[in-house]
């Protein structure tokens, strides 16, 4: 059974940055998609960023040019350095993988129904 296991969260100031971890373990796919979703309080899970076993990556709009997501594939890591941070940004945030490549990024970053891992999340609080 493959966990996620996420850290790194924490709060900061409006501009400041945060670089969270999500440790797989368990985990034998050669053909992947590990991601980034956040939940604020009274809002649905959006995805934020994904990342393909080839090192392939997208990001919603409303992250692109603060965030970027980068996998490690010896340590079966994932990683969102998240610069910039806005209040906006204050949210759980989930790590979760896909065993496989048959939906596309789109739809994977589109929507968390699709995705069978999740880890426990981690909390990111921006202050103003």
């Known amino acids: 059974q493959v966990q996620l296991v996420e850290s790194g969260g924490g709060a900061v100031q409006s501009g400041g940055s945060l670089r969270l971890s999500c440790a797989a373990s368990?985990?034998?796919?050669?053909?992947?998609?590990m991601g980034w979703f956040r939940q604020a309080p009274g809002k649905e899970r959006e995805g934020v960023a994904v990342?393909?076993?080839?090192?392939?990556?997208i990001h919603a709009d409303s992250v692109k040019g603060r965030f970027t997501i980068s996998l490690d594939s010896n340590k079966n890591t994932v990683y969102l350095q998240m610069n910039t941070l806005l209040p906006e940004d204050t949210a759980l945030y989930y790590c979760?993988?896909?065993?496989?490549?048959?939906?596309?990024?789109?739809?994977?970053?589109?929507?968390?129904?699709?995705?069978?891992?999740w880890g426990q999340g981690t909390q990111v609080t921006v202050s103003s």
């Open positions: 990342i393909n076993s080839d090192g392939i990556a």
């Open positions: 979760a993988a896909i065993l496989s490549w048959r939906l596309s990024f789109a739809q994977v970053l589109g929507d968390p129904q699709y995705w069978e891992f």
């Open positions: 368990a985990f034998t796919a050669r053909r992947f998609y």
